[in-house]
């Protein structure tokens, strides 16, 4: 079966390239990979290469910030790993390498192999990807100047083995969270075993590390770092931590000599993890347990999206009203019913804790406030200027249904304004309450600003909030509507043709929004001028950025008509489909 498993995943990933290189024949996929090739090619080959001929360093790192690193740096990776082990059970998600496809589900089962082979089956048929994964990051970050190419590879080889085990425990952890309650007593033993453990493990970590916490708001950021370093290398959570230290152990290897003494404990962990889930397996079929696999998709949208589940809509569509706000009321629905709270949960509170962490790093501040309060404005810009080009529950999802939408009796205006319409409100809101934390914890942040400018920056922020998200929207229609064909339907971005179409879609967005925002900009500077030359107040700035939305929004509706009759004549056969 292991042989079988090679060939497949040969086979595929070769036919795979193959269908990639054959749909350069089409001039917008061959366009795109042009423009992908040169944009990795000046902003990552080039300037490596000019740095590798100067022997430059790139930015000189502090001598302490080496030091805690090279002391601390396993240490925290390891309980960062814990961490995430622990979150896996407490908001769990479906493991994707139990997700079989269609093809296998057709010819594997059926087959006479053993659940344990077709196991096997998935973890190699991964490897293809997870390998990937780890070689493009390993030459991307590392500098050219300092490290030779032997040790990128090796480096690469370490992060493939951390991937592998996270990969596969999240298998096991999957196969075990839908056991722990079995009727037999053997399984259901098996199924607890870990969690107990990885509970214990967070325990005897947490509780030093917790009572170390509070240095941040007494100490300088080095030495509190220092003190939680020390908390997690000595006495017992040194010994409940050496398997996740001994996996990232090569990477943070400084050597051959350091890289070939670290790699047996990462390969001794990562087979560990193989024979606990192979094991765990067989346990859970002795007792009579369901098959491993889980539903097979029939597409590649679903192997992504999770299904959507009934819910209670607290929200209902009234009978009469505007068509805008049916299309809200149908991605507003469409969205509560596909997010799966339990899943976002773990990620959201890891992004979190990641953010103000690294905040409060760079600010050099002391106390969790000022690094929640600048955390909070990263997340309302983020939200406002890249949030548009990742939530695409509007028409660019709903391309894919076009010919459902056009036999619905509505205008085109009004269907490009209530398609949009749901999204931007949704990144408004997140902005407006990142804005509102920020303000609210900035008297720590920003000590030296009085109560009147921080509430006048906040007022005219949640004003800027909503000019560039749904100037932003408004043209990813745009585009949407006349070149339907650049606008993938299933969020894909795979292969330098893609990249290379959302380079190009992105310098079109950008050059849009300036258009879009210059003419309110250049009337909002003449008000807010007008206004301080007769009050004397810097207070002007809200009045500014009211006009400066007033403006935007009326661009706003006067593209969506004009997009209106666009989207009538767009023809079927140049929306983009899944392969």
Request: hydrophobic fraction near 55%; glycine fraction near 8%; aromatic fraction near 8%.
């Amino acid at each position: 079966m292991v042989i079988a498993s090679l060939y497949i995943l040969v086979r595929s990933t070769r036919n795979r390239i193959a269908v990639r290189l054959r749909r350069l024949r089409e001039p917008r996929y061959l366009f795109g990979a042009i423009i992908g090739a040169a944009y990795l090619y000046f902003a990552v080959v080039r300037p490596r290469r000019a740095a590798a001929r100067r022997g430059g360093r790139g930015p000189a790192v502090p001598a302490r910030a080496a030091a805690l690193l090279n002391r601390f740096g396993a240490s925290f990776g390891g309980a960062a790993v814990l961490l995430m082990a622990g979150l896996a059970w407490i908001f769990p998600a479906t493991s994707s390498l139990l997700n079989f496809t269609e093809a296998e589900t057709d010819f594997l089962l059926p087959a006479p192999v053993s659940r344990r082979q077709l196991l096997i089956h998935r973890i190699i048929r991964s490897q293809f990807g997870l390998l990937f994964a780890a070689i493009v990051p390993t030459f991307l970050v590392t500098n050219p100047a300092t490290t030779s190419i032997p040790a990128m590879i090796l480096r690469a080889l370490a992060l493939w083995i951390t991937f592998v085990t996270v990969r596969v425990y999240f298998a096991g952890v999957t196969m075990a969270r839908a056991r722990l309650g079995s009727a037999n007593r053997r399984a259901r033993r098996v199924a607890w075993l870990p969690l107990v453990l990885t509970i214990a493990a967070l325990g005897v970590v947490g509780a030093p590390v917790t009572r170390a916490l509070p240095a941040f708001q007494t100490s300088p950021f080095a030495d509190a770092i220092t003190q939680v370093g020390t908390a997690t290398t000595t006495g017992l959570p040194r010994l409940v931590l050496w398997p996740y230290q001994a996996l990232l152990g090569p990477l943070f290897a400084d050597g051959a000599a350091a890289y070939l003494a670290a790699i047996p404990g990462a390969l001794l962990v990562l087979l560990v993890t193989i024979g606990w889930v192979l094991k765990s397996d067989e346990v859970f079929q002795e007792a009579g347990e369901g098959p491993v696999m889980q539903k097979p998709a029939t597409d590649r949208r679903r192997t992504r999206v999770a299904a959507p589940t009934v819910r209670a809509a607290g929200w209902p569509l009234a009978l009469s009203g505007r068509t805008e706000m049916a299309f809200m009321w149908k991605n507003g629905m469409q969205t509560v019913r596909s997010l799966n709270l339990r899943s976002l949960a773990g990620p959201m509170i890891g992004f979190s804790v990641g953010m103000v962490g690294f905040t409060i790093g760079i600010s050099q501040s002391r106390g969790l406030a000022p690094g929640v309060c600048l955390a909070a404005l990263v997340v309302a810009a983020a939200a406002s200027l890249f949030g548009p080009m990742s939530v695409m529950s509007d028409l660019r999802g709903d391309l894919r249904h076009l010919e459902l939408l056009k036999t619905w009796p509505v205008r085109g205006g009004a269907l490009i304004r209530g398609e949009m319409l749901w999204p931007a409100v949704l990144l408004t809101v997140v902005a407006w309450l990142a804005l509102a934390c920020g303000a609210v914890l900035s008297v720590t942040a920003f000590p030296k600003l009085t109560l009147g400018m921080r509430l006048s920056l906040w007022a005219a922020a949640s004003l800027v909030v909503p000019t560039l998200v749904f100037a932003q929207y408004t043209i990813h229609h745009t585009a949407a509507v006349m070149f339907p064909a650049w606008i993938p339907s299933d969020n894909d971005m795979r292969g330098f043709d893609s990249m290379g179409q959302r380079l190009i879609l992105f310098g079109g967005v950008l050059l849009g929004l300036i258009a879009m925002v210059l003419p309110g900009a250049i009337v909002a500077g003449i008000v807010g001028f007008a206004f301080y030359r007769l009050t004397g107040s810097p207070f002007v700035i809200v009045p500014a950025a009211a006009v400066c939305l007033a403006i935007v929004a009326i661009e706003v509706m006067l593209a969506t008509e004009a997009l209106g009759p666009l989207y009538d004549r767009i023809d079927l056969s140049g929306v983009e489909r899944s392969e």
